[in-house]
């Protein structure tokens, strides 16, 4: 037990690094890119003790040069996850006992490492196997994930604080237990942040992970286990695993042991999965846990009285940084009339000014899209909007794939408020506008709301007090982060708690106490110091 009631570092969000021409930073990101690009990284498996190299290896290219490889990845069979399965419920024995002050400086110093000696590293893996511009990797692999490690220690301790009253002659206290079992994180492409957050968060509460990173991220999700394992994870802790995705979560799903999931990724998976333990409920010792982020189809809406050069910009960043490949990104936009072509005119400006290329070329706003299936996908409803009567291509529209995945930022027009580019997820630089009547406010929001499954972020635009306050009533439920004059993305930890409900997940707000509560089991425990040494109460004379 702890000799003390200990109070963590103050979490402060961590200083986004410009990486202007002439800075330091900007030279050390692009010698270990380099490092990176040229080298051949050889990634097995973590579990328990062991780095486990099957022979069953995957290429890891960049998506903006894919005919270059950069490493390969080993694949698990299916007794790799079972062992990491038996390695995890072992390594849980000390680490569950462990007092939470030494949990919490593990994980500070994580974050400590990240921001000083591995930044570079972060950052380097991020843009070359993720495709982020500096800026983008810089807000995500460094300050994002060194956000989520510093905020959680901090919210762990604000739990653990959480004490119930106690009368007279009665102490009540509550042990806030790890989960019985372990955890399975499966984490996504788009955020290193993310990625590392998914199995830390647990962990950091006493449980132990099967962790399964995208086939797309790990490059850089390797990174992250030097972290950890530098910054003192005991071994088992966090055992890391790549291959058939069907296959490793059949197996963990039918362990009398799987306690939780803390998942990201596409709304469909998420459902399997969750139908999957319903149909082994019986198998489990516990409840477990289902926590999930999943899809979006995100808006921005403007009032006629908005300002148009304030809502392009919007759209240029929330639809096209990261080439739309965030969750929250702006995917569908509903202008009035009066101000429709003056908005549509600014983001053409915008997009004509933007740079595509390589990463490592720090001029580019713009990089490639994951992979191919993700390029072909996005190609088809380009082709559809300009084969359809009730669209149009009025920006970009341009595609090429044969050096790396590029998809020119894109907005289509369309007549058709449940136009199919305005209900379905696309995942990339592609954004649908349709423009309502400016006397059709109120009609527009309800479009808003009904067009989509998802409830993930959403933006509205204007200067009438009123009309904010009617869309904010009236989109109550169509986004879990809602924005009033900003874009729909760029949620930071500590300040805008982040998930959705509707399709776009269970709303467990990563960055906040209320994600770190699922991943314990309270104890209540009642002492009394005298006892009652007769069952009669007075009522009996």
């Not at 950890?228 to 490793?248: L, Q, R, S, T, W």
């Not at 500590?494 to 707000?509: E, L, M």
């Amino acid at each position: 037990m702890g000799k003390g009631f200990f109070h963590v570092p103050v979490a402060v969000n961590e200083p986004v690094k410009s990486y202007a021409p002439g800075n330091p930073e900007r030279e050390e990101v692009l010698n270990q890119y380099k490092a990176y690009f040229n080298g051949s990284e050889d990634i097995p498996l973590y579990i328990g003790s062991e780095e486990i190299r099957t022979g069953n290896t995957r290429s890891i290219t960049p998506p903006h040069d894919h005919q270059h490889v950069i490493g390969q990845y080993h694949l698990a069979e299916k007794s790799h996850i079972e062992k990491a399965i038996a390695d995890a419920l072992e390594a849980r024995k000390k680490w569950a006992a462990l007092t939470w002050e030494q949990r919490a400086a593990v994980f500070l110093r994580a974050a400590d490492l990240i921001a000083g000696p591995y930044r570079a590293k972060m950052n380097a893996a991020t843009m070359i196997g993720q495709s982020k511009n500096i800026h983008q990797a810089e807000i995500d692999s460094a300050c994002e994930i060194i956000d989520f490690l510093r905020f959680n220690v901090e919210y762990m301790s604000q739990i653990y604080n959480d004490q119930p009253e106690s009368s007279e002659g009665i102490w009540n206290r509550v042990e806030y237990r790890p989960l019985e079992g372990f955890v399975y994180a499966i984490t996504p492409f788009n955020f290193t942040a993310i990625a590392g957050n998914l199995p830390a968060s647990a962990a950091m509460m006493g449980n132990v992970v099967v962790w399964k990173p995208s086939d797309s991220q790990i490059f850089s999700a390797k990174v992250i286990v030097d972290v950890f394992k530098e910054a003192g994870v005991p071994d088992g802790v966090i055992n890391v695993v790549y291959g058939d995705p069907v296959m490793i979560t059949d197996t963990v799903l039918a362990s009398p042991d799987f306690t939780g999931i803390h998942f990201t990724g596409s709304t469909n998976v998420f459902k399997s999965i969750w139908a999957k333990i319903g149909s082994n409920i019986h198998t489990y010792k516990t409840y477990p846990r289902i926590v999930g982020e999943t899809g979006g189809k995100d808006f921005i809406i403007a009032h006629p009285n908005s300002r148009p050069k304030q809502v392009a910009t919007a759209i240029s960043r929330g639809a096209f940084e990261f080439q739309g490949q965030k969750c929250s990104a702006a995917s569908r936009v509903y202008l009035p009339k009066s101000i429709a072509q003056e908005v549509l005119d600014f983001v053409k400006a915008d997009v004509e000014s933007f740079k595509m290329g390589s990463p490592e070329d720090m001029n580019n706003f713009i990089t490639a899209v994951i992979h191919e299936g993700s390029f072909d996908k996005l190609a088809s409803y380009i082709d559809q909007a300009k084969a359809d009567q009730d669209a149009e291509i009025v920006i970009g529209g341009n595609y090429d794939k044969s050096k790396g995945y590029f998809i020119q930022p894109t907005v289509i027009l369309t007549t058709n408020p449940k136009y199919k580019t305005m209900t379905t997820e696309l995942f990339g630089p592609v954004v649908t506008v349709y423009i309502y009547e400016d006397e059709k406010w109120a009609e527009a929001l309800q479009l808003v709301d009904t067009t989509s499954e998802y409830g993930l972020t959403g933006a509205v635009f204007s200067n009438d007090r009123y009309a904010v306050d009617e869309a904010t009533k009236a989109l109550e439920n169509s986004a879990g982060n809602f924005y009033i004059n900003d874009k729909p993305t760029g949620a930071v930890v500590g300040q805008q708690p982040f998930g959705g409900a509707r399709a776009s997940g269970t709303n467990d707000k990563a960055g906040s106490m209320l994600n770190l509560l699922r991943w314990v089991s309270p104890r209540l425990i009642k002492e009394t110091f005298v006892s009652p040494e007769d069952y009669r109460y007075p009522f009996l004379g």
